[in-house]
């Protein structure tokens, strides 16, 4: 079971930059694939960005502006955001599958945080 806390949310105005890290309790993460995916009030979960094996994929919302990265001598994940705009607005969650392989599908994931909350006003 692997657990996994995000932190780094908070409140900025547009145009700042946050980096939200996920830290993860098991000392084998690197060989998991991990994502980002947030959720705005009254929308659904949306991929944001996922790494694994070297590559990364991005929404094209965030394109650009957000990068993920993972120091796995630390077992931790980041999401660097910069630009930051109010759509952005949502709480974070980051979330880690077994093996490789990329995928933006919130169902492929075994595991999850509980998120933390970025809001970002105009």
């Known amino acids: 079971q692997v657990q996994l806390v995000e932190s780094g949310g908070g409140l900025v105005q547009a145009g700042a930059s946050l980096r939200l890290s996920c830290a993860a309790s098991?000392?084998?993460?690197?060989?998991?694939?991990v994502g980002w995916f947030r959720q705005a009030p009254g929308k659904e979960r949306e991929f944001v960005a996922t790494?694994?094996?070297?590559?990364?994929v991005y929404a094209d919302s965030v394109k650009g502006r957000f990068t993920i990265s993972r120091d796995n001598a630390k077992n931790t994940v980041y999401l660097q955001m910069n630009s930051l705009k109010p759509e952005d607005t949502a709480v974070y969650s980051c979330?880690?599958?077994?093996?490789?392989?990329?995928?933006?599908?919130?169902?492929?994931?075994?595991?999850w945080g509980q998120g933390t909350r970025v809001t970002v006003s105009s």
């Open positions: 979330a880690a599958r077994g093996g490789l392989g990329l995928s933006s599908l919130p169902g492929d994931y075994d595991y």
């Open positions: 098991e000392r084998t993460f690197s060989y998991y694939a």
């Open positions: 790494w694994s094996g070297g590559k990364t």
